[in-house]
């Protein structure tokens, strides 16, 4: 097991406090983000997903509690702050509604020039991160407006890329895209962890993804961390999950189904591919029989 | 009496040129669709494909550069109607931010009911049944912008109830939404079809919502590549993938498996249908 780049301590998170609107977004929340890991984090909405990860880079502060980045509080001082910003980098929701350079190259640009990185490594870093979202060299020199919504969001993500963060955050990266551009983003986002072996922390609300790629997952509820465990090891908890407002993958209710109607297969089967399998070694036993 | 709710004959639209004069493209090329009241049409495509444009014409937010749209008999080119076409066909965005207007929820349902110069008991009756069809009926007098993502879905989708319209155009009602969001949103589209008699037309990316629908039409750079049940079009697996697509998970294990030549029935839409199949398979002798 890999150590932990990132140790988020006793967080607790209180909007508005002392005020009529006070709100307690997140309470004593405790995660460790390992090194290399791919981190799935699952919650209803207002669970509190967002406000945890904006505490990830230092862009809003815990009321109490902690973030250490390397067993270094993140908080601490103005320059813990500046390499928290650049060691972790944040993907928001829809995030290609703040490009706004002129050019898919500036917009890139955009957060290596904020690191006062000399212009070779700033067009190094671009056409890099470029490379892995599969921007191809023709568009960069076109408006981001002039791109498609796919198009649009792998240039935003882009900008986060180039700047090579050790733990990359996305909010919700394939939400109101189609299939293929689902694939094609989730393909984008491993080829940059699989090259560099950055720890990559995916908000999502589906499922099927979280079971498909996280190696853990974690699950909020109302603020607090409810279960934290393999997809294997959280997807066995259908009822809890249903009741707090999420769901298990098709192939994990269908699995179910199959139990009840007397056809067992081994393990827990949360994908396609794993139903697949199982059922094909059924079908061998069968042949046998 | 004629059944048809909207009929979309040879429909062209683009966007006008941009200001360095580029020529325009199609966004929509001789699309014809015959939409029957009482039905629940869903449409899939690509982002790009034209769905939303598509969408947009059904209630005259955008007009025809060739061909029609018919709307409950109503020429939606026709200005004067403009107001009873928006009446009759009402429609829910993506994000439920952008279509909430007021601080108090009955008052963001009671909304567009006010405009259209109702009566104040008859607009009072409308946002009860309204808010007690989406199920949120105790939140009546809350804030809505303290409430869920899912629960401001569901006020954005009373707000459009509220005006009693006889189709409803859902664009990727929830695409923002959590899995109890999306549970109940469909549920609430269940309700209108079988319950109300209303005509749905749902844009999604979620596969297993298009299943649920009467016909799903896929969409590919501006035309209609395909119209069927869910059940004949989710039969073309490779032909959906190649356009961006893909099935319902259900379908999709059934073909993976029909491909290692195990003998089961491709259209499975629901887990319960694909259970079944399966058990039927594995426990025959």
């Known amino acids: 097991m890999n150590e932990p780049i990132l140790k988020i301590e006793n967080l607790t998170h209180v909007y508005s406090p002392n005020t009529p609107f006070e709100m307690t977004a997140l309470h004593d929340v405790n995660i460790e983000i390992r090194k290399g890991e791919i981190l799935g984090i699952i919650g209803h909405t207002g669970s509190g997903k967002s406000t945890l990860i904006q505490h990830l880079n230092a862009l809003i502060k815990p009321t109490s509690g902690r973030i250490l980045l390397d067993g270094r509080d993140i908080n601490e001082s103005k320059s813990s702050i500046k390499e928290a910003r650049s060691r972790v980098g944040l993907v928001f929701q829809y995030p290609e509604y703040q490009l706004f350079e002129e050019t898919v190259y500036k917009d890139i640009a955009f957060g290596p020039k904020n690191m006062k990185l000399t212009p070779e490594e700033i067009d190094g870093r671009v056409r890099e991160a470029a490379g892995f979202v599969g921007v191809e060299e023709a568009l960069l ?108 993958p098709v192939m994990t209710d269908l699995a179910d189904e199959l139990c009840k109607l007397g056809v067992k297969l081994p393990g827990t089967v949360y994908t396609v591919e794993q139903m697949a399998a199982a059922l094909m070694e059924l079908e061998r036993g069968r042949a046998h029989a | ?55 947009r014409h059904l209630n005259a ?59 104040t008991p008859e607009i009072r009756a409308r946002v009860d049944e309204a808010l007690k069809t989406v199920g949120m009926y105790e939140f009546r007098t809350h804030a809505p912008h303290l409430l869920s993502g899912g629960q401001k879905q569901r006020i954005a989708i009373a707000g459009v109830l509220a005006m009693r319209p006889k189709c409803v155009v859902f664009d990727e009602p929830t695409a923002m939404l959590d899995p109890q969001g999306r549970r109940d949103v469909m549920e609430i589209i269940g309700r209108m079809k079988n319950e109300m008699g209303s005509t749905v037309i749902l844009i999604t990316h979620h596969m297993e919502e298009a299943a649920m629908a009467d016909t799903v039409v896929v969409m590919s750079d501006g035309k209609i590549v395909m119209d069927g049940a869910p059940r004949e079009v989710f039969t073309h697996v490779e032909e959906l993938e190649s356009l961006g697509l893909t099935v319902p998970g259900t379908v999709k294990l059934m073909w993976e498996l029909r491909k290692n030549g195990v003998d089961v029935p491709l259209g499975a839409l629901t887990v319960n249908e694909c259970a079944n199949a399966l058990a039927a398979h594995f426990q025959s002798k």
């Open chain 2, 1 to 55: 009496m004629d059944d048809t709710a909207i009929k979309i004959e040879n429909l062209t639209f683009f966007y006008n040129s941009d200001e360095e004069g580029r020529a325009p493209e199609d966004v929509l090329s001789n699309v014809s669709l015959n939409i029957e009241k009482g039905s629940f049409i869903a449409v899939l495509g690509h982002n790009g494909s034209g769905k939303s444009t598509l969408a």
């Open chain 2, 61 to 119: 937010l955008l007009l025809p550069k060739g061909g029609a749209v018919t709307v409950f008999g109503m020429d939606t080119k026709d200005e004067e109607l403009t107001l009873e076409i928006r009446r009759r066909v009402g429609m829910v965005f993506q994000n439920p931010d952008n279509q909430i207007v007021s601080n108090v929820v009955e008052e963001d349902v009671a909304f567009a009911p006010e405009n259209l110069g109702i009566p």
């Open chain 1, 141 to 248: 020199e076109r408006s981001p407006f002039d791109l498609s919504g796919g198009q649009k969001r792998r240039v935003a993500i882009a900008g986060v890329i180039a700047m090579m963060p050790e733990v990359l955050v996305l909010d919700e990266p394939m939400a109101g895209l189609d299939p293929g551009g689902c694939e094609e983003i989730m393909e984008n986002i491993l080829a940059y962890h699989d090259k560099t072996g950055a720890a990559v922390v995916v908000v999502t609300h589906s499922m099927e993804e979280a079971a498909r790629r996280a190696d853990r997952m974690i699950v909020l509820n109302h603020g607090m961390v409810a279960m934290s465990g393999t997809p294997e090891e959280i997807f066995t908890h259908g009822g809890e999950l249903r009741r707090m407002g999420l769901a298990t």
